[in-house]
T-cell receptor, first 115, second 111 residues
Framework: AQSVSQHNHHVILSEAASLELGCNYS??????LFWYVQYPGQHLQLLLK??????LVKGIKGFEAEFIKSKFSFNLRKPSVQWSDTAEYFC?????????????FGKGTKLSVIP | DTAVSQTPKYLVTQMGNDKSIKCEQN?????MYWYKQDSKKFLKIMFS???????INETVPNRFSPKSPDKAHLNLHINSLELGDSAVYFC??????????FGPGTRLTVL
């Protein structure tokens, strides 16, 4: 079964600092990759996703992620964070192809941005 | 318009009670899911229905029973509630195996 590792449990940054959150998955086949964000007290929202094509994907709110197949990684980046980015960030993976409904999540990274 | 909605948003109940959580999606999706988010924020799939057919049934106590009356609804019924059932339960929907969209969650507290 596939698994997802998010190495940073809690990241604390000052506003305007750059952000990179790590995500690695374990599966040798073709995968679809996602980053979701959960703002305090709210539901999960999709930030961005990768299914195929350009490995550098851009999402909402200035976030981007790069899929590096050789490293089984899908790290999330933002050049300059804002206080409003304070949230929990989840990396997730499904197997690519028909019948692959199961979304496996990492344990999440809590981001705290200090004004 | 709310794409995926859940009721209730909060549910506080005593051990041993039976309760239900309802989920509705108006996205026209054919697949719906239930996830459990524990106190450490870890999200785990519980069930999934595709066109009203159960396709994912993870290792969940049989006190939990999902029911899908139609493609737009997926309800979760829990019998004999236990303290360990306290969590936030999220419903989600997708069109086949495309992106999953989540509801606002139901925070269940068992006393």
């Amino acid at each position: 079964a596939q698994s997802v590792s998010q190495h940073n449990h809690h990241v604390i940054l000052s506003e305007a600092a750059s952000l990179e959150l790590g995500c690695n998955y374990s599966y040798g086949g073709t995968v679809n990759l996602f980053w979701y964000v959960q703002y305090p007290g709210q539901h999960l929202q999709l930030l961005l996703k990768y299914f195929s094509g350009d490995p550098l994907v851009k999402g909402i709110k200035g976030f981007e992620a790069e899929f590096i197949k050789s490293k089984f990684s899908f790290n999330l980046r933002k050049p300059s964070v804002q206080w409003s980015d304070t949230a929990e960030y989840f990396c997730a993976v499904t197997l690519s192809g028909a019948g692959s409904y199961q979304l496996t999540f990492g344990k999440g990274t809590k981001l705290s941005v200090i004004p | 318009d709310t794409a995926v909605s859940q009721t209730p948003k909060y549910l506080v109940t005593q051990m041993g009670n039976d309760k239900s959580i309802k989920c509705e999606q108006n996205l026209g999706h054919d697949t719906m899911y239930w996830y459990k988010q524990d106190s450490k924020k870890f999200l785990k799939i519980m069930f999934s229905y595709n066109n009203k057919e159960l396709i994912i049934n993870e290792t969940v106590p049989n006190r939990f029973s999902p029911k899908s009356p139609d493609k737009a609804h997926l309800n979760l019924h829990i019998n004999s509630l236990e303290l360990g059932d306290s969590a936030v339960y999220f419903c989600a929907s997708s069109q086949a195996y495309d992106t999953q969209y989540f509801g606002p969650g139901t925070r269940l507290t068992v006393l």
